[in-house]
């Protein structure tokens, strides 16, 4: 039995060392796998922005990520990644900016009930909406701001 327990120790110290060994390779290939695909989104919000206004940007935006079967963080970031891009190179729509608070960078307990709220009255359950509803307040704040 000791003889057990002493090889399983030695398994789990070898194994820790391959990964220690490995974990510079693995880091720069998922960074450069996560560049790659954050690049395709942003192309993506592009060609689509070119195509509709802000208001259509933030629909398929929430559309993808209520519907992304990746991962909470990756379906976020991709969705993020889109809406900016999309909305930077659409037409204006008009009044979609007119009930949405302005942007603090730390979010105030309105915004964040605002946040769920919306959410809320739009079905949407995944947690990515929460974070196009806030960029929805930066860009409409800044949308303001360049305007005055």
């Known amino acids: 039995m000791r003889r057990f327990w002493l090889g399983l120790l030695?398994?789990?110290?070898?194994?820790?060392?391959f990964t220690w060994l490995n974990a510079p390779e693995w880091l720069e290939r998922w960074n450069e796998e996560n560049q790659m695909m954050v690049e395709q989104q942003r192309q993506d919000g592009i060609a689509a922005g070119q195509q509709t206004d802000q208001s259509g940007c933030l629909e398929e935006a929430?559309?993808?990520?209520e519907s992304c079967s990746g991962s909470e963080y990756r379906c976020t970031v991709?969705?993020?990644?889109f809406f900016k891009a999309c909305w930077e190179n659409s037409l204006p729509s008009v009044g979609l900016c007119?009930?949405?608070p302005p942007y603090h960078e730390k979010a105030t307990d309105d915004d964040k009930a605002w946040v769920k709220e919306r959410c809320t009255e739009l079905e949407l359950r995944a947690k990515g909406c929460r974070l196009?509803?806030?960029q929805q307040?930066?860009?409409c704040s800044a949308t303001r701001e360049a305007a005055e």
């Open 10 to 17: 030695l398994a789990i110290i070898a194994g820790v060392f």
């Open 62 to 65: 929430l559309q993808r990520v």
């Open 78 to 81: 991709d969705g993020g990644t």
């Open 98 to 100: 007119d009930d949405v």
């Open 132 to 134: 196009i509803m806030r």
């Open 137 to 139: 307040q930066q860009l």
